[in-house]
């Protein structure tokens, strides 16, 4: 399960940012990044290219990108996020970080791809929120230029986080997971208490709320459209059964007149 931070409610991760990686350390990013070459490289976006990681949190893949050799901007809304990506970027290698909202980001000319990932669309509470993000993506893409992107399912949504509770540990860190799921709204809200564990043995709590949207498959389909892409492909995870698929990855090309 991946974590972000609450995008309604202005979340800056003071809080999580010290513990996300942590949290997330089952992700094979080296691999992970890999794969995305692999697939820009078949839909035209050459080595070397322009990249903007959107929503980039502490960095973990925007590194990887850069060191495959691609030009990576990493834009977050978190100063937090931010200063741990900074920190993790080895010498030598040459990353924009923007600390901006997804919702309202200004680049400083255009891109050939732009990744957005650990399901950060799902925090765009609104339609409005969303198509301004997919606009603004479309905006700062060269003409041909690939957007990949991926969210929670309705799946995941109704059947794994629900009104359900998680316990996960990880190097120190305990973190208490409450899910409270509103069907009304299609949204789930996720209270979370972390405790790490300090040298002399002791614990620090801290306390998180975030919130995401459910989106369906018609709307992330239709508002793609209405802001200029062409969707080339929907995919899931081949391990899972059809019907409880628990992501989605959307690849869109960008169509400018």
Same mark, same amino acid.
């Given at each position: 399960?991946n974590?972000?931070?609450d995008?309604?409610?202005?979340?800056?991760?003071?809080?999580l940012a010290?513990f996300?990686?942590a949290? /997330?350390?089952?992700?094979?990013y080296?691999a992970?990044?890999? #794969?995305?070459?692999?697939s +820009?490289?078949?839909?035209g976006?050459?080595?070397?290219?322009?990249?903007?990681? +959107?929503a980039c &949190?502490?960095?973990a893949?925007t590194?990887?990108?850069?060191?495959?050799?691609?030009d990576?901007?990493g834009c977050?809304?978190?100063?937090?996020?931010?200063n741990?990506a @900074?920190?993790?970027t080895p010498?030598?290698?040459d990353?924009?970080?923007l600390?901006?909202?997804?919702?309202?980001f200004?680049?400083? &000319?255009?891109?050939g791809?732009?990744?957005?990932t650990?399901?950060?669309? /799902?925090?765009l509470l609104?339609?409005?929120?969303? =198509?301004s993000?997919?606009?603004l993506?479309?905006?700062? +893409?060269?003409?041909? &230029?690939i957007?990949?992107?991926?969210?929670?399912?309705p799946? =995941?949504?109704e059947?794994?986080?629900?009104? /359900?509770d998680?316990l996960?540990?990880?190097? &120190?860190?305990f973190?208490?997971?409450? /899910?409270d799921?509103n *069907?009304?709204? @299609? @949204?789930c809200t996720?209270?979370?208490?972390?405790f790490?564990?300090?040298?002399?043995?002791?614990?620090? #709590?801290?306390d *998180?709320?975030?919130?995401?949207r459910?989106? *369906?498959m018609r709307?992330?389909?239709?508002?793609?459209?209405?802001?200029?892409f062409?969707?080339?492909?929907?995919?899931?995870?081949?391990n899972?059964?059809?019907?409880?698929?628990?992501?989605?990855?959307?690849?869109? #090309?960008?169509?400018?007149?």
């Amino acid at each position: 399960m991946n974590l972000k931070s609450d995008r309604e409610a202005g979340g800056q991760y003071t809080a999580l940012a010290r513990f996300y990686d942590a949290l /997330n350390s089952e992700i094979d990013y080296p691999a992970w990044a890999l #794969r995305l070459q692999d697939s +820009l490289r078949r839909l035209g976006v050459p080595d070397g290219a322009l990249l903007l990681d +959107l929503a980039c &949190g502490t960095g973990a893949l925007t590194v990887e990108l850069a060191a495959l050799g691609y030009d990576m901007t990493g834009c977050d809304i978190s100063p937090d996020m931010l200063n741990i990506a @900074r920190e993790r970027t080895p010498p030598g290698q040459d990353i924009l970080w923007l600390c901006q909202d997804m919702r309202s980001f200004e680049l400083y &000319g255009t891109v050939g791809a732009v990744i957005c990932t650990l399901d950060s669309v /799902n925090y765009l509470l609104s339609e409005k929120d969303l =198509k301004s993000c997919f606009s603004l993506v479309h905006n700062y +893409l060269d003409p041909g &230029g690939i957007f990949i992107f991926d969210a929670n399912t309705p799946y =995941k949504f109704e059947n794994i986080y629900a009104d /359900n509770d998680f316990l996960l540990e990880a190097d &120190g860190i305990f973190c208490g997971w409450s /899910n409270d799921w509103n *069907e009304k709204t @299609r @949204r789930c809200t996720f209270y979370l208490t972390m405790f790490s564990e300090q040298p002399d043995g002791s614990y620090i #709590r801290e306390d *998180e709320r975030q919130v995401e949207r459910c989106w *369906e498959m018609r709307t992330f389909r239709r508002l793609l459209k209405s802001s200029g892409f062409e969707l080339l492909s929907v995919e899931t995870d081949p391990n899972e059964p059809e019907g409880a698929e628990t992501r989605w990855t959307f690849t869109a #090309r960008c169509v400018k007149a």
